[in-house]
């Protein structure tokens, strides 16, 4: 319960990592490069808890949960007593070899080092990390602290004592770790959201939808049952019977729209503009930091209801 946790990067990602570890009552060691991103970590991190106390999803005061946290410019301070590292930089392969090679020559020899790489695997990204056994990727979604999920990816040289210590920190931090039996591009989380993007980017590209039509289908709809249940389970509780009935029922139909969309790949930059610029009209750039703000409101109700849910 006293380790050290060293995170890289303070984007998203990295601020979001602070926060969970930082509630969970872990001693968290920021390096962040950038000069504005670091001096802007901490004012970020008081207002993400001072939202998450607002919706009664932490009690701990944001001037509380920054005293677990330090914030560095150089790796070496920030890393050299660690005995987790999340690496949060930047989705760039070239860069995230270098960096988790630095970062592998200054932690202890005892540290498991993770990256938080959205699609790059852990084969790639660590070709210059010294003690390969204790590397693997922790893929977190974002914002952490309120998609309490992280799926953990591994090398087949990562040892599974360091999958075990990284598995018991994150649930001891309240996250739900899901391991991948095996490594591949896009890792899972992104393999589901994709498949979904993909036939909504189809809908969209065959005139059958618009594009905030699409996003009213998913938020009005799928996704309420998705909050409750994944789509195994809500496969298994639309049709009694259960899920070999539905399958029994469906997978037919199913099979013939995936023969539907084979070999589609939908992201031309003429469909994006066409999306973006629906889009754009009901959130405009301008916007963002507001709309960013109200999705993670919206999502700190959904997470108190589905507490009163799961305390039923
Ligand atoms: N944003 C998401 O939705 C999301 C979700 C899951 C995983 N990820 C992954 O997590 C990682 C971080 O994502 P993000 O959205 O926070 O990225 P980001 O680009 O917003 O932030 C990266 C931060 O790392 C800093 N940085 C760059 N080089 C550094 C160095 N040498 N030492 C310390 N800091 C350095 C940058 O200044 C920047 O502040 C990426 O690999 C990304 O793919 C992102």
Same mark, same amino acid.
């Given at each position: 319960?006293?380790?050290?946790? $060293?995170?890289?990067?303070?984007?998203?990602?990295?601020? !979001?990592?602070?926060?969970?570890?930082?509630?969970? !009552?872990?001693?968290?060691?920021?390096?962040?490069?950038?000069?504005?991103?670091?001096?802007?970590? %901490?004012? @970020?991190?008081?207002?993400?808890?001072?939202?998450?106390?607002?919706?009664?999803?932490?009690?701990?005061?944001?001037?509380?949960?920054?005293?677990?946290?330090?914030?560095?410019?150089?790796?070496?301070?920030?890393?050299?007593?660690?005995?987790?590292?999340?690496?949060?930089?930047?989705?760039?392969?070239?860069?995230?070899?270098? %960096?988790?090679?630095?970062?592998?020559?200054?932690?202890? =020899?005892?540290?498991?080092?993770?990256?938080?790489?959205?699609?790059?695997?852990?084969?790639?990204?660590?070709?210059?990390?010294? $003690? @390969?056994?204790?590397?693997?990727?922790?893929?977190?979604?974002?914002?952490?602290?309120?998609?309490?999920?992280?799926?953990? /990816?591994?090398?087949?040289?990562?040892?599974?004592? #360091?999958?075990?210590?990284?598995?018991? %920190?994150?649930?001891?931090?309240?996250?739900?770790? #899901?391991? %991948?039996?095996?490594?591949?591009?896009?890792?899972?989380?992104?393999?589901?959201?994709?498949?979904?993007?993909?036939?909504?980017?189809?809908?969209?590209?065959? $005139?059958?939808?618009?594009?905030? =039509?699409?996003?009213?289908? /998913?938020?009005? $709809?799928?996704?309420?049952?998705?909050?409750?249940? !994944?789509?195994?389970?809500?496969?298994?509780?639309?049709?009694? !019977?259960?899920?070999?009935?539905?399958?029994?029922?469906?997978?037919?139909?199913?099979?013939?729209?995936?023969?539907?969309?084979?070999?589609?790949?939908?992201?031309?930059?003429?469909?994006?503009?066409?999306?973006?610029?629906?889009?754009?009209?009901?959130?405009?750039?301008?916007?963002?930091?507001? =709309?960013?703000?109200?999705?993670?409101?919206?999502?700190?109700?959904?997470?108190?209801? @589905?507490?009163?849910?799961?305390?039923?």
């Amino acid at each position: 319960m006293s380790h050290n946790i $060293g995170i890289v990067g303070a984007g998203s990602i990295g601020i !979001g990592w602070a926060v969970v570890f930082a509630t969970a !009552g872990y001693r968290v060691h920021v390096c962040e490069v950038n000069e504005d991103a670091a001096q802007k970590a %901490l004012p @970020r991190i008081k207002e993400i808890v001072s939202r998450l106390n607002h919706f009664g999803l932490e009690s701990q005061s944001p001037e509380h949960i920054c005293e677990f946290i330090s914030v560095y410019s150089e790796l070496a301070p920030a890393l050299s007593n660690c005995d987790f590292v999340f690496e949060a930089g930047p989705e760039n392969l070239e860069q995230k070899i270098d %960096l988790l090679g630095a970062i592998s020559e200054i932690v202890p =020899d005892h540290a498991v080092i993770s990256s938080s790489s959205s699609a790059i695997t852990a084969s790639s990204s660590g070709l210059k990390v010294k $003690g @390969r056994e204790r590397f693997l990727i922790v893929h977190p979604a974002n914002p952490p602290f309120l998609i309490r999920v992280a799926e953990i /990816v591994t090398t087949p040289e990562t040892q599974d004592t #360091v999958v075990d210590r990284v598995s018991e %920190l994150l649930t001891q931090a309240n996250m739900s770790p #899901v391991q %991948l039996h095996k490594e591949q591009l896009g890792f899972a989380f992104n393999r589901l959201q994709g498949a979904l993007l993909r036939e909504a980017y189809s809908l969209v590209a065959d $005139g059958v939808l618009s594009a905030p =039509d699409v996003d009213t289908l /998913v938020r009005e $709809g799928l996704a309420l049952r998705w909050a409750v249940t !994944g789509p195994f389970v809500t496969s298994h509780l639309n049709v009694p !019977g259960g899920l070999r009935a539905h399958a029994a029922r469906m997978g037919s139909s199913y099979y013939q729209m995936a023969l539907d969309r084979e070999n589609t790949q939908p992201w031309s930059p003429e469909l994006v503009d066409q999306v973006a610029s629906e889009i754009e009209m009901e959130h405009p750039l301008t916007n963002w930091e507001h =709309d960013v703000q109200d999705r993670d409101d919206g999502i700190m109700l959904i997470a108190q209801a @589905r507490a009163a849910h799961s305390a039923r």
